[in-house]
């Protein structure tokens, strides 16, 4: 269940790394807001919103780094009491 979350909690970080782009998309379609949406789109890159544990930002690739290890040492230790009995 912790996986879930962590792995849901990815894909909203992820998300958000795509808000840039659909702010600019939005000012494609209303020509003259150059400098405001310049402004915009460097206010929420800087911003970067999204999930943080321990102050370090969430991403996917992390989260499926943790599932490895944690997968990994799961398998070390079922084959550890298979072998010891």
């Known amino acids: 269940m912790m996986l879930y ?3 849901c909690s990815a894909m909203v970080t ?3 790394s795509r808000v840039p782009a659909l702010i600019y998309l939005w ?10 949406t310049q402004y915009a ?3 929420v890159v800087h911003s970067a919103a999204g999930f943080y544990v321990k102050g370090v930002r969430l991403t996917a ?4 780094k943790i599932t490895y290890v944690l997968g990994v040492i799961g398998l070390t ?9």
Do not use: P
């Open 14 to 16: 992820e998300k958000c």
């Open 5 to 7: 979350t962590a792995y």
């Open 61 to 64: 690739f992390m989260t499926l």
């Open 41 to 43: 789109v460097e206010y």
């Open 77 to 85: 230790l079922v084959t550890r009491v298979a072998l010891a009995s």
């Open 27 to 36: 000012s494609a379609e209303h020509e003259g807001f150059e400098s405001e």
